[in-house]
């Protein structure tokens, strides 16, 4: 009895769904099976019916209560709808075969056919419950309305029976049980799409936060990406700015490197003519000097001093572009040398040629070597004059201000030295002339570099020369016919403009007996010094180098008055050697001689005045102005 009670107790599933319909099957399967029952003791159909009727409806009965005993089998196992489809076509085909054997059809068989296939359908999925029961309810009223008025007709009797009375009640019970499970169904169905509305809404809020989180997040994204490609447009422009800066920075080593080559030789060739220049000028003197005014190889022996004088332009010039020319450094106002000097430049260029000047007022004071300066003016103004090609041309010179700042390059491509950020003193100069490709471009500061027939390409060398010494900055823009401009810089100086004065010369009244020391490792310079100083009645003791003229001078200091030396010597240089001597006697006085800068030497060394400079190549006047300058008035005592 345990087994048979568990067995008709209602299943129990984990899903929800399914164990609702297994609870509610499980009950209609029972009360069906129990009508079956039921009928098979009321109608008792072995007394009631005879021959093949009453086979019929015994088999009838015993068929659908064994069919819901089945169905309640599976729905123990778990086969809710497997039941539900079996109890409905099998309850139609035995419900279909009890009529046909009937003759016809009666209220109750009508009742039980629907009873069985709506009932059942409830358990199968999509719209097929509300179709039959629909179905059941026409059903039921079209047979009602034909059994009234006599349509149905049976060769039983038409009064109602207690079976029918049976089937009714359990009709109505039946579908109490379906409404009822109908409406938990639906209460159920609408709590769950209650419950699935509230869902939506909620994933509807949460996809609407999505969303804004989303636009949002897009938004972001949007700034992240102006940002960063904001940056990356930043960076790219510092980088080829840094690849620009890089390229012209090992432009301007590799112009330097050569500059500095071209410097050091161009340096070394100079000093060695210098002191040929020395020899030249100073025998050509003595030569004329000791000829009189009537000889006719005078004049031969003036133009070869004009033509030494000439080559030693030249070797200023290289000195300037080597950075080792004279400079004597003075506050220098650049307009005043413009307009003091502005007839020679007119004077020194084609009549085709108009100089044009434009000068800025109150311009500061420049720290400057004045003739250097004059130089760079008049070397410009020529260059852009000789570019000029017609019959008529312009050379502008304009002076002005201008502030430089650290990214500002190309002012120190050529000089190859930074200069610090600040305000500049600007000369310009700028032609109406032929202009030049970018191949002549980066080698006009080439020296012996020309483009002219009679050039010597050593002038704007020495432009770039002197403007380097200067602490200068220097920019070139020319391009085919369209002429060619010069910009330099100055920085400007802190001091006022001074009057420079020139000492008077003085002649010792005697000269005999006086003994100078001259240091020279060139014999031809020696033996000039010499010559000139013989002329005068002074002698003059020589020495090859610098070890020699200690030696010598540290026997005869007692007679030796002054000492002109060399600065450039093999071995000891000429500031070793004048350390020396002052070592032997602190009171001695030295005239340096060279073809390089007086900057060049030691403050300290030139103090108490007992220290000159007598700059290579040098006249004969200039050689005896400097000695009178430093040569003791008195003569030495006679030993």
Known sequence: ???????????????????????????????????????????????????????????????????????LGLVYFGHVQEAAWLLCGAGFVITTGLMCIFDGIRSSSVVGYFVIVAAVSLFIRGKTPLFFMGLNVAALTLAYMAEQNGIITTRYNILPTIDDLVILGVALVLHTLLLRQLIEGLSESVADAQCAIADLQVANQELEQSQASLKQLHQELEARVVERTAELQITNAQLQHEVAERKRTQEAMQQAQKRESLGLMASGIAHDFNNLLVAMLVQTSLAISQLPPDMPARANIQKAVLAAEQAADLTRQMLAYAGGGQLEMTPVNLNQVIENNVHLFQAAIAKNVSLHTDLAVDLPLIEADRSQLQQVIMNLILNGAEAIEGDVGHVWVSTGREMIMSHDAHFWHWTGSVLPDGEYICL????????????????????????????????????????????????????????TLFRLLFPPSQKKETAVSVPPTRQPANTSGRLILVIDDEKPVREAVTDIMELHDIEVLTAVNGQDGIAVFRQRKEEIQLVVLDMSMPGINGIDTLHELRQIDPEIPVILSSGYSQQQIAPELMINGRTGFLAKPYAVNALVDKIWQYLPNDPPAAS
Request: net charge positive.
């Open 428 to 483: 310009t100069v700028r032609d109406s002339g032929m202009g030049m490709t970018p191949e002549i471009r980066s080698r006009i500061f080439d020296p012996f570099f020309t483009t002219k027939e009679a050039g010597q390409g050593l002038g704007l060398a020495s432009v770039l020369g002197i403007v380097r010494d200067h602490h200068g900055g220097m920019h070139v823009e020319s391009e085919p016919g369209q002429g």
């Open 1 to 71: 009895m345990n087994a048979l009670a568990h067995y008709l107790a209602p299943p129990k599933f984990d899903d929800p769904e399914k164990n609702r319909q297994a609870y509610w099957l499980n009950r209609y399967l029972l009360a069906f099976s129990s009508t079956m029952l039921l009928l098979l003791v009321l109608i008792r159909p072995l007394t009631r019916f005879s021959g093949f009727a009453r086979i019929a409806a015994f088999a009838g009965l015993v068929g659908f209560l064994t069919l819901a005993l089945v169905c």
